[in-house]
Nanobody
Framework: QPQLVESGGGLVQPGGSLRLSCAAS????????IGWFRQAPGKEREGISY????????NYADSVKGRFTISKDSAKNTVYLQMNSLKPEDTAIYYC???????????????WGQGTQVTVSS
């Protein structure tokens, strides 16, 4: 059964860091690209970072560019999102999703994780 499981969320102070993990099982990330999305209460889902199947291409939303870094460990079939200089407006549920298309639209993602809560607050 294909599955994505996120982990690493939590409560952090402004300016702090967290690293989210997205572990895939039942399929290989060598075939699927990964996107990280987030949704804050009362707001629309936002795509924030993407990595290609090879890991050689990455993309970031302006809201996180320069602060977040996406990476991939093919041996572990896992994608990471390193989040630095966190701000209160980064508070949201963070989801990873897998698509056969790099930079596909949200409805082109085949598998979604259950989400992990990130709260940035003093």
């Amino acid at each position: 059964q294909p599955q994505l499981v996120e982990s690493g969320g939590g409560l952090v102070q402004p300016g702090g860091s967290l690293r989210l993990s997205c572990a895939a099982s039942g399929f290989t990330l060598d075939v699927y690209a990964i996107g990280w999305f987030r949704q804050a209460p009362g707001k629309e889902r936002e795509g924030i970072s993407y990595i290609s199947q090879s890991g050689g291409s990455t993309n970031y939303a302006d809201s996180v560019k320069g602060r977040f870094t996406i990476s991939k460990d093919s041996a572990k079939n896992t994608v990471y999102l390193q989040m630095n200089s966190l701000k209160p407006e980064d508070t949201a549920i963070y989801y990873c999703a897998a698509s056969l298309l790099y930079l596909g639209s949200p409805d082109e993602y085949d598998y979604w994780g259950q989400g992990t809560q990130v709260t940035v607050s003093s």
